[in-house]
């Protein structure tokens, strides 16, 4: 693999790194901060199995497909965008991020413009007027397709038909525009409440050959040449015959579990989002895959009453939150006893404690596989293989 070096006083290197706090490793080459991932992941994990090298980016730069901007004003009366500085409600300007797609960046630098054109007030948080919240953008890497969510604290967009207009004429490559309304003083960026106002309020990309519907609440990996990788890797590591049951838990959009279907007898996903099961089901339905059903429910409890029933099942893949499986969901898991178990996860921490709890049930970790998809940052994904061993440790 060919590393892009880049020193940490290069031209190109972020002018606001300091105060966005985001990039906590964009100082360093890129070979460095490699080196620093696979050391806090043998760390943290080498004592169950020792790792293996990481797997890194051939260009570690502008690889995020969903891009967030917060609007606000500065001491001048500036509109500006960005993000928050750590800590604190402060938005600190970003022009152009080095993680982020360029074409996001480029459509927020265009609003930002806009809004002062056609007169439209940024919100206040301390006060709660004002209109205009935020901006997120998520884009297909392969598809091309973008859609652009406008966040409002009303349902009112002044000269909205002008509005739209006159960003299409400037960005023609969105394909689709919502209205998100947020009316509430919350840190929860989108609501409940939207509305396509242009295109089908959705995209799609394709991912390890197959096509994927996203909205805008689904959970979608944000670095996709690397989940493609991610998720090769992890449906490598259970090396499967054809002819097993297997368990997507947390499955979101259903992605791991609809990839997977190629290779195993049956699929079952387990979410808890509605919006994303009601995905996951015409993403299957999308890709023609008759071998997976997709449940809407807490993966926990549901493998609980599989366990219960005495239901079989050989494989479980699992992509959690980075807080990691709660006890209840690992409690069934150990009981369930499925005979292999994929764990992947963005936080070695949290994965160090669950790998505890689970060898003290009787599994045993075969392989641990760090995977760079957070280039910039001091994230580490890590792909755990686990059997069973039939026996509880001490």
């Known amino acids: 693999m060919q590393i892009e070096k880049r020193k940490s006083d290069d031209k190109t290197a972020c002018i606001v790194l300091k105060k966005c706090g985001g990039c906590q490793k964009l100082h360093l080459s890129y070979e460095q901060q490699l080196k620093e991932k696979q050391k806090l992941a043998e760390s943290l994990l080498n004592k169950f199995h020792k790792a293996d090298p990481i797997i890194g980016m051939d260009n570690p730069y502008h690889y995020r497909n969903k891009v967030h901007a917060v609007f606000d004003r500065d001491r001048k009366g500036n509109i500006i965008s960005g993000v928050y500085?750590?800590?604190?409600?402060?938005?600190?300007?970003?022009?152009?991020?080095?993680?982020?797609?360029?074409?996001?960046?480029?459509?927020?630098?265009?609003?930002?413009?806009?809004?002062?054109?056609?007169?439209?007030?940024?919100?206040?948080?301390?006060?709660?007027?004002?209109?205009?919240?935020?901006?997120?953008?998520?884009?297909?890497?392969?598809?091309?397709?973008?859609?652009?969510?406008?966040?409002?604290?009303?349902?009112?967009?002044?000269?909205?038909?002008?509005?739209?207009?006159?960003?299409?004429?400037?960005?023609?490559?969105?394909?689709?525009?919502?209205?998100?309304?947020?009316?509430?003083?919350?840190?929860?960026?989108?609501?409940?409440?939207?509305?396509?106002?242009?295109?089908?309020?959705?995209?799609?990309?394709?991912?390890?050959?197959?096509?994927?519907?996203?909205?805008?609440?689904?959970?979608?990996?944000?670095?996709?040449?690397?989940?493609?990788?991610?998720?090769?890797?992890?449906?490598?590591?259970?090396?499967?015959?054809?002819?097993?049951?297997?368990?997507?838990?947390?499955?979101?959009?259903?992605?791991?579990?609809?990839?997977?279907?190629?290779?195993?007898?049956?699929?079952?996903?387990?979410?808890?989002?509605?919006?994303?099961?009601?995905?996951?089901?015409?993403?299957?339905?999308?890709?023609?895959?008759?071998?997976?059903d997709f449940y809407n429910r807490d993966a926990g409890e549901f493998m609980g009453q599989l366990a219960a029933s005495n239901e079989a099942v050989d494989v479980v893949f699992m992509d959690p939150p980075r807080a990691g499986s709660d006890e209840k969901l690992l409690n069934s898991l150990c009981i369930l006893k499925p005979k292999k178990v994929v764990y992947i996860s963005c936080n070695p921490v949290t994965l160090e404690r669950d790998l505890k709890f689970m060898v003290k049930k009787g599994y045993q970790v075969k392989r641990v596989v760090p995977v760079d998809m957070f280039p910039g940052t001091g994230c580490v994904e890590c792909i755990i293989m686990m059997t069973y061993c039939g026996q509880n440790r001490k």
């Open 85 to 292: 500085e750590p800590g604190t409600h402060r938005v600190v300007l970003v022009e152009n991020c080095l993680i982020e797609d360029q074409r996001a960046d480029a459509i927020i630098y265009s609003i930002r413009g806009m809004l002062k054109s056609f007169k439209i007030k940024t919100y206040d948080e301390d006060t709660g007027y004002g209109l205009f919240r935020h901006v997120l953008i998520r884009t297909g890497y392969t598809s091309g397709e973008i859609m652009v969510i406008l966040v409002l604290g009303s349902p009112i967009l002044p000269s909205k038909n002008n509005f739209i207009k006159a960003l299409l004429k400037l960005h023609p490559e969105i394909t689709t525009i919502i209205l998100n309304i947020n009316n509430k003083r919350t840190s929860m960026v989108l609501s409940d409440k939207e509305q396509a106002i242009y295109g089908k309020g959705y995209i799609e990309d394709s991912l390890c050959g197959k096509i994927f519907r996203i909205s805008p609440k689904s959970f979608y990996q944000v670095n996709p040449v690397q989940t493609e990788i991610l998720y090769g890797k992890a449906i490598e590591l259970a090396d499967l015959t054809g002819n097993e049951t297997v368990i997507d838990a947390y499955c979101g959009i259903g992605t791991i579990g609809i990839i997977a279907s190629n290779h195993v007898k049956r699929v079952i996903g387990v979410e808890l989002n509605r919006d994303a099961v009601r995905d996951a089901i015409t993403n299957a339905k999308r890709n023609q895959v008759k071998n997976v």
